[in-house]
């Protein structure tokens, strides 16, 4: 995926709006698995006290210099800049990457993960906010890990957090109500739309600790369990196997 136009950039014109004018209209999620959702804009501006656990341990177990990939508005960038850390912050979202820029973020760029743009080498990626979800489809895994092994320097770490979907389609005794050759359950297609703004169709990976960590495996990286959420989400460490 390449960087957005600005006129296909419903999240980040709901995120610029909410900076300059304090409101902002609806940011509807859409997607063909499951009923129409919102993301309440207020919430991609959250601060340290409104942020949960896993974004909280993630905070606080960062180390050297660091991405934050798909930034969005800044939120945890601000908060590690204000702890004296050195963050660069990327998003392929360019009203995004404007706001972050305007509320003080040292080194926004509009950049895609995959693109040249994000620099590097970093000792700590920073994947939070459903982190799993631009590996897009289990498919992609390949290519993310031979990225990550690109942008991470030695003895360094991803920090990234997903949910395991499987509570979707769970029945009472625990049944999966879903079957395998359909694929793999956590592959979830989106588009938002914010207003007239419609933006393009992504696919948006949520992952199992087990599938990640097998997948991780195979690409010569190992997973640590830092967090167990309350609702069947998860933050993990990655880092490479003969790092030690
Ligand atoms: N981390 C922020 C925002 C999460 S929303 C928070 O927790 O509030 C996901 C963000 O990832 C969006 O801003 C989207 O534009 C960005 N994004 C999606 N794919 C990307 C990619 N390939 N490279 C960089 N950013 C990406």
Not at 76 to 90: D, F, N, Y
Not at 203 to 231: C, I, K, N, P
Request: charged content about 25%; overall charge negative.
């Amino acid at each position: 995926m390449a960087t957005l136009k600005a006129d296909k950039d419903p999240m980040g014109q709901a995120i610029s709006d909410y900076f300059h004018t304090g409101k902002a209209k609806k940011l509807r999620v859409l997607s063909s698995m499951f009923d129409e959702d919102e993301i309440p804009v207020s919430t991609l501006f959250r601060s340290l006290e409104e942020m949960n656990d896993i974004e909280r341990k993630a905070l606080d177990a960062v180390q050297g210099r660091i991405l934050d990939v798909g930034a969005g508005s800044g939120c945890h960038t601000l908060e590690l800049q204000k702890r004296g850390h050195s963050v660069t912050a990327i998003d392929i979202s360019p009203l995004s990457v404007e706001t972050m820029q305007a509320r003080g973020v040292a080194d926004a760029r509009l950049a895609d993960f995959y693109a040249p743009e994000c620099g590097g080498p970093y000792h700590t990626l920073l994947m939070l906010m459903n982190g799993s979800g631009i590996i897009g489809t289990l498919q992609g895994m390949e290519r993310f890990f031979r990225r990550v092994d690109e942008l991470l320097s030695p003895g360094g770490q991803v920090l990234m957090d997903s949910s395991d979907l499987r509570y979707v389609y769970e029945d009472e005794d625990g049944q999966m109500d879903w079957d395998s050759e359909w694929g793999y359950y956590g592959e979830v297609d989106y588009r938002m739309q914010y207003g007239r703004i419609k933006g393009e169709p992504f696919d948006w990976l949520y992952v199992d600790m087990e599938t990640l960590s097998q997948h991780a495996g195979q690409y010569g990286f190992r997973t640590e369990m830092l967090h167990l959420g309350t609702h069947y989400d998860y933050l993990v460490r990655i880092t490479r196997k003969n790092d030690d």
